[in-house]
C-alpha cells in the first residue's frame, strides 16, 4: 500500500509540473493549460478516433487509396485473366489436335474377322465403320514434293511407317489414299492392309512380349518421339526396330495381300502374329549386317538414310530376306513395288503362277538379285530395260508369258554373269540384239516360240560357253553360219520351223542333239540332224 500510494504521488506530482509548463503529460505537445473538461473530452474521444482510423488503415494492407491505384489492380487482374484464358484455349486445341492425328495416323483399325489385316471389334463384330482408308499423318492434298515441308512428325506406328515407305521410295504415296468410302475392307489397298496388319494384328508372343517390357524398363529412353509412340506396346515391331528390318516386314506383307494371299495353294503361315518373316513358307534369310539406324531416326533425318551396305554408320546384325519361292502356288493380282526393294534379295522365283501385269521398272533394285524366275504367268507389256540393271544376274526366266511383247531390249546385254536365259513363247519380235554378244558367260538361251526375224548373226560363234540354243518356231531365214563351229561346248541346237538353209554338219560334230525341218525335200538340208520334223 505504501508503495501504491508514493508512485501515484510521484506520477501526480510529475503532472502537475508538466502543466505548469504548458506541456501534455503523454505526447510532450504543447498546449493550453486553460482547457475546459468539455475540451479535454473532445480531444480524447477525437485521440481515440484517430488511432481507430489508424488501425483501420493497418488492417486494410494493401487495398488502394485512390482512383489511379484501382484502375492498376483492374488492368493487372485483367492481365492475369486472359493470359490463364489463352493458355486453357491453346492446351485444349493442342490436346484435341494431338487426338485427330492420333486417329488418323491410326488409319482406323480393321473390322473384319480375320487376322490378317482385315480384322474386327475386338468382340468378334464387324464394324464397317472403321475401314475408311484414311491415310495416317498425310492429308489427302500432300504430294510427293511436299512430304518434306516440314510438317511435324508421326506421333504413332501407323504414321511412322507410313511416312517412311513414302519418304524412301518404297510405296507411292496415293497407295495409302482411301480407295473406297463405303467401308468396305475389300476396297482398302494392299499398302494399307499391310500397314494395319501391321499396327493392329501383328502382336508379339507373349513370351517375347515380357522380355521386350523388362528391357524396355531398364532403357531411359530420351527420345520425344519414342516415348511419345507406339501404345500396342506387345507390337512385334515398333520406331525403335532398325528401318530396314520394319520395310521388310511391310513388303512381304504387301506382296502378300497384293497377290491375293489368302487363295494361294500352299501352307500358308504368311501374316501368322508374330511369326518371324524369315519363318514364313518359301522364305529364305541369311543373318546380314544392317544400319542400325531406328524407324524413328530414319524419320529425322530422311535425306541421310544409309544405304544397306553403309560402313560408315553403326551397324547391327539381322535376319533378311534373301530367297523367295513360291512356285505353282496360285499367286494372283500383280507384283507390288514393295517387292522390288529388299536389298539382299538374291532369287525370286514366282513360275507358274497367275500373276499379272507389267513387270514393275523399279525391278533395277534388287542389284543382289541373280535368279529372277517370272516364267508361266499372265504378265503384260514388254521385257522392261531395266532388267539390264541388275548386273549380278546370272539367270532370268520371262518365257510362257504369251502376252510379253515388243523387242528384246539392248539392255540385256549389260548382264555380263548370265549364264541362262529363257525367253521362249512369248510375243517377241524383232532379232536378236547385237549387244548379247557381250553374253561370254551364256551357257544356254532359249528364244523358241517367238515372232523373231532375221537372219542367224554371225557372233553367236563368240559365244563360246554356250551348250543349249534354241531358235525354233520363229522367223529366221538364211544359211547356218559356220562361225557355229567355235562353239566347242554346244551340245543341243534346236533350228526346226524357221526358214533356213543347208546346216554346216562338219562345224557341229560335237552336237548330241540337232533338229531342223530337214523331213521334206524342200526343207532344210541336213545330213547330220539327229530329229528332223
Known amino acids: 500500500m505504501l508503495r501504491n500510494n508514493e508512485f501515484g504521488q510521484a506520477r501526480g506530482s510529475s503532472s ?3 502543466a505548469e509548463d504548458g506541456r501534455h503529460a503523454d505526447d510532450d505537445s504543447v498546449v493550453s493549460s486553460n482547457v475546459t473538461n468539455e475540451e479535454a473530452q473532445t480531444l480524447t474521444r477525437g485521440g481515440l478516433d484517430m488511432e481507430s482510423d489508424s488501425d483501420e488503415n493497418k488492417r486494410a494492407g494493401i487495398m488502394p ?19 490463364a484464358a489463352g493458355t486453357g484455349i491453346g492446351l485444349g486445341m493442342y490436346f484435341m489436335n494431338q487426338g485427330s492425328n492420333t486417329n488418323s495416323a491410326r488409319g482406323n483399325p480393321p473390322t473384319n474377322n480375320d487376322d490378317k489385316g482385315n480384322g474386327n471389334d475386338g468382340n468378334g463384330n464387324n464394324d464397317d465403320s472403321n475401314l475408311d482408308g484414311s491415310q495416317p499423318e498425310i492429308s489427302p492434298e500432300t504430294t510427293d514434293d511436299t512430304i518434306n515441308s516440314g510438317t511435324p512428325l508421326p506421333t504413332d506406328f501407323a504414321g511412322s511407317v507410313q511416312l517412311h515407305m513414302v519418304e524412301q521410295d518404297i510405296s507411292e504415296l496415293t497407295s495409302f ?64 526396330t532398325p528401318a530396314y528390318r520394319v ?28 511369326l518371324d518373316e524369315c519363318d514364313y513358307p518359301g522364305i529364305r534369310c541369311e543373318e546380314v549386317t544392317i544400319p542400325s539406324i531406328s524407324l524413328a531416326e530414319a524419320l529425322k533425318y530422311p535425306k541421310y538414310f544409309p544405304d544397306p551396305s553403309d560402313g560408315a554408320v553403326d551397324t547391327t546384325t539381322e535376319r533378311m530376306i534373301v530367297e523367295i519361292n513360291l512356285p505353282e502356288s496360285n499367286l ?24 499379272e501385269g507389267q513387270i514393275p521398272e523399279n525391278i533395277s533394285r534388287l542389284q543382289n538379285l541373280e535368279s529372277l524366275l517370272l516364267d508361266d504367268n499372265k504378265f503384260t507389256g514388254d521385257i522392261v530395260p531395266a532388267i539390264g540393271s541388275l548386273e549380278k544376274l546370272k539367270m532370268l526366266s520371262l518365257g510362257f508369258n504369251p502376252y510379253v511383247g ?70 529366221f531365214y538364211g544359211e547356218v553360219p559356220e562361225v557355229l563351229s567355235k562353239l566347242i561346248k554346244l551340245r543341243e541346237l534346236e533350228l526346226q520351223d524357221n526358214d533356213l538353209g543347208t546346216i554346216p554338219c562338219s562345224a557341229l560334230e ?24
Do not use: H
Not at 497384293?258 to 487363295?263: I, S, Y
Not at 553374253?439 to 548373226?457: A, C, D, M, S, T
Not at 552336237?511 to 539327229?530: E, F, Y
Open 16 to 18: 502537475s509540473s508538466n
Open 65 to 83: 487509396r485512390n482512383r489511379r491505384e484501382w484502375c492498376i489492380v483492374i488492368f493487372a487482374l485483367l492481365i492475369i485473366v486472359g493470359a
Open 177 to 240: 489414299q482411301g480407295i473406297s468410302d463405303n467401308g468396305n475392307s475389300s476396297e482398302l489397298s494392299p499398302q494399307q492392309r499391310a500397314r494395319n496388319w501391321l499396327v493392329f494384328y501383328d502382336i508379339m508372343p507373349d513370351n517375347l512380349a515380357d522380355e521386350q517390357d523388362e528391357q524396355n524398363q531398364s532403357n531411359n529412353a530420351t527420345d520425344d518421339l519414342v516415348n511419345s509412340t507406339n501404345n500396342l506396346s506387345s507390337s512385334y515391331l515398333d520406331v525403335n
Open 247 to 274: 520395310a521388310q516386314r511391310f513388303a512381304a506383307a504387301v506382296f502378300y495381300f497384293a497377290t491375293k494371299g489368302e487363295e494361294w495353294d500352299t501352307d500358308n503361315q504368311w501374316l501368322q502374329p508374330g
Open 332 to 355: 494372283k493380282g500383280t507384283l507390288p513395288d514393295e517387292l522390288m526393294t529388299f536389298p539382299f534379295l538374291r532369287r525370286l522365283g514366282l513360275w507358274s503362277n497367275q500373276i
Open 406 to 475: 515388243g523387242e528384246i531390249p539392248e539392255e540385256i546385254g549389260n548382264l555380263y554373269d548370265l549364264e541362262a536365259l529363257f525367253l521362249p513363247n512369248m510375243s517377241l519380235r524383232g532379232g536378236l540384239p547385237s549387244s548379247m554378244r557381250n553374253l561370254e558367260n551364256l551357257k544356254q538361251l532359249e528364244v523358241q516360240l517367238n515372232n523373231l526375224r532375221g537372219g542367224i548373226p554371225d557372233w553367236l560363234g563368240d559365244l563360246v560357253n554356250l551348250e543349249k540354243l534354241n531358235l525354233s518356231g520363229n522367223s
Open 510 to 533: 560335237a552336237v548330241a542333239v540337232l533338229s531342223a525341218n530337214c523331213k521334206s525335200s524342200d526343207g532344210t538340208s541336213c545330213d547330220c540332224c539327229t530329229l528332223c520334223v
